[in-house]
Every structure is written in structure tokens, then in C-alpha cells.
């Protein structure tokens, strides 16, 4: 295992509150890109939520002291989504980055949250650079004359189309991959601490082509949920990626090699989707500082910024 800088979870939860006014300036700029939905996120907007359990491999108890992973069944919520702030976005719109939230529900009223987004990296390294970036998209409406301030920031920051080109369209939320694009520390039993990056993955990937995705109605995807965990249910499993030494772990923008270990922590088991799910979905939220002993933030700023941001949005969508 390798050394990392991490604070403890009781300290970098609420060092959230540090990034309160970058906080508002992101949301505010959602807001301008796609309007206000009263009731719904400001980003991943539509989605659908599901009911499971997750079972820890042993070799997650040798990696992690979390309670995560002492191999009991532990039942979850996930929500899967599209990109944007749009309601009735269609789930085939071309480059729409799917999500998958998962809140573990662990005995004595504790949850560890894991945020994640089917692309392998994010589009920027910081949130001040994400807030540019959603600033570019709002000046760059579609039908804006060309170079838009988008195509000139994009142009500027290869990282934009090295994350947004990765998206595809899957033939169903059960068979995409998801990452964690933000590193964490695991701590075993022994104190010693191991740098990760969650990768959540199907049973099988599956993705449609541009013309199969043209001819898919407005919702498939989130029709297709239901109607497939009611066949059997839906598979996943969780893994790892570990950095080694002198892997960086503050910048989401950029992937670690592809060569890198990567340990298998559990299976997650989907049992239903809630029949209420569109009204149980306003009330969730998910935060990646959301975590127990055993796991804890790196010096990746952006678990801060986003559990920052979403806190913001979750009140003002609550009002």
C-alpha cells in the first residue's frame, strides 16, 4: 500500500462549507443553462430510483477496516439519471453522460455515499475550472454563432473532450460503467492507507449506435429498469482501482494508467424500483463525503465542492 495525504472524515465533511460561494456561482449557472424545474435537480434531473443489497468480497475486508466491507448484507438505494437540468430530456440525446448514486444503508443509521458518471474522467480539474466550463455552455446556446465560447474553451482544455467524448448511449442503465472519478483513501485494520478510484461495473456493457440510439423513445431507459430487474435481478460489482507511488490522487481530469490493479470489492444486487420513485427522488441526496472509518477523502478538493454544490441545489430545489 502507498502513503497519501487524507483528512478524516469528520474534519472534511464539513470543510464543505468552505466552498460555499463557488457553490452558489455553479448552481446559479445551471440554472441559467436549463431554467428552473421546481421539484427537480438542477443537474441529472430525470432518473430513477432502485432498491438493493450489496455483499463485500473478503478481499475488501483486507484492503478497508470499513464497515462497508465486513461481508454482511447491506442494503442500498441507487439512483440512476441523465445528464442535465432538463426533466423530459430523451434518454438517447446524443454525448448525455449517464449517473449512478449509491447510498449504503449501514447498521446503526450510518451511509457511505459513492457518486459516480459513466465517463472515465471528469472534464476539468477543479471546480473553479468546471464553473468556467458550465460558464462556456451558457454563453453557447444552441444556434450561437461559430466558435462558440464553448468550442474556444474546449479548445483551450483538451480535457473537455477527452471526458465528454467518452460518453456513449447504453442499451440500458444495467449495462453501463460508472466511475468514481475522485480518489479516496482506504485504511485497513493496520492503519495502512491505499489510494482509490471506484469503477461500478454491470454484468455485461452494452451500448446502442448512433442509429439504434435515433429510434429509442423518449424514456426507454428509465422503462427499461423496472421491466428488467422485475425478469431477475440486476447485477453489478463494485471495484477499485489502486494508485501506486507516485500516482497523482487531486485531479479528477486525469486518469490513472490503465494497468493499474484493480481489486474486487462486493457485488451489488438491484431487487425493485420503487413505484413512488419519482417523488422519492426529490427527497435524496447523495454526498461523496458521505463516509465511515476505513475510508476517507484524499486531497482531491472536488468530493468537497461537490457535496457543496449539491447541498445548495438540494435547498433550493427543497423550497
Known amino acids: 500500500m502507498s502513503d497519501a495525504p487524507a483528512q478524516s472524515p469528520s474534519t472534511t465533511a464539513a470543510a464543505g462549507d468552505d466552498y460555499g460561494p463557488l457553490a452558489n456561482q455553479i448552481v446559479d449557472i445551471f440554472y441559467k443553462i436549463y431554467g428552473n424545474h421546481p421539484g427537480f435537480r438542477v443537474n441529472h434531473a430525470k432518473g430513477i430510483v432502485a432498491e438493493g443489497s450489496f455483499v463485500a468480497t473478503p478481499a475488501a475486508a483486507a484492503w478497508s477496516r470499513a464497515a462497508l466491507f465486513d461481508g454482511t448484507r447491506i442494503p442500498f438505494t441507487v439512483r440512476f439519471s441523465n445528464d442535465g437540468g432538463f426533466p423530459a430530456i430523451p434518454d438517447a440525446a446524443p ?60 479548445a483551450s482544455h483538451p480535457t473537455v473532450a477527452a471526458s465528454f467524448d467518452s460518453a456513449g448511449t447504453p442499451k440500458s442503465f444495467a449495462s453501463e460503467q460508472y466511475y468514481g472519478l475522485n480518489a479516496f483513501i482506504f485504511v485497513d485494520k493496520a492503519g495502512r492507507r491505499q489510494p482509490v478510484r471506484y469503477i461500478m461495473s454491470p454484468e455485461e456493457i452494452a451500448y446502442l449506435t448512433a442509429d439504434e440510439a435515433a429510434g429509442q423513445p423518449l424514456d426507454f431507459l428509465v422503462d427499461d429498469l423496472p421491466w428488467r430487474i422485475a425478469k431477475q435481478p440486476v447485477v453489478f460489482h463494485l471495484t477499485a482501482q489502486l494508485a501506486e507511488p507516485g500516482d497523482q490522487t487531486n ?69
Open 251 to 319: 485531479d479528477p481530469s486525469q486518469p490513472w494508467p490503465a494497468h493499474r490493479q484493480v481489486v474486487n470489492l462486493g457485488v451489488l444486487t438491484l431487487h425493485k424500483v420503487l413505484a413512488d420513485s419519482r417523488e422519492v427522488q426529490k427527497d435524496l441526496l447523495f454526498l461523496p463525503t458521505s463516509l465511515v472509518d476505513g475510508i476517507e477523502l484524499s486531497d482531491d478538493r472536488m468530493p468537497l465542492i461537490r457535496t457543496a454544490v449539491y447541498g445548495v441545489a438540494f435547498a433550493r430545489r427543497a423550497r
Open 95 to 154: 454525448g448525455n453522460i449517464k449517473g449512478m448514486a449509491v447510498k449504503f444503508h449501514l447498521p446503526g443509521g450510518a451511509n457511505v455515499d459513492i457518486v459516480m458518471l459513466a465517463v472515465k474522467t471528469f472534464p476539468m480539474a477543479t471546480g473553479e475550472g468546471f464553473r468556467d466550463l458550465l460558464m462556456a455552455i451558457s454563453e453557447s446556446p444552441e444556434g450561437a454563432p461559430r466558435p462558440t465560447s464553448l468550442d474556444v474553451f474546449a
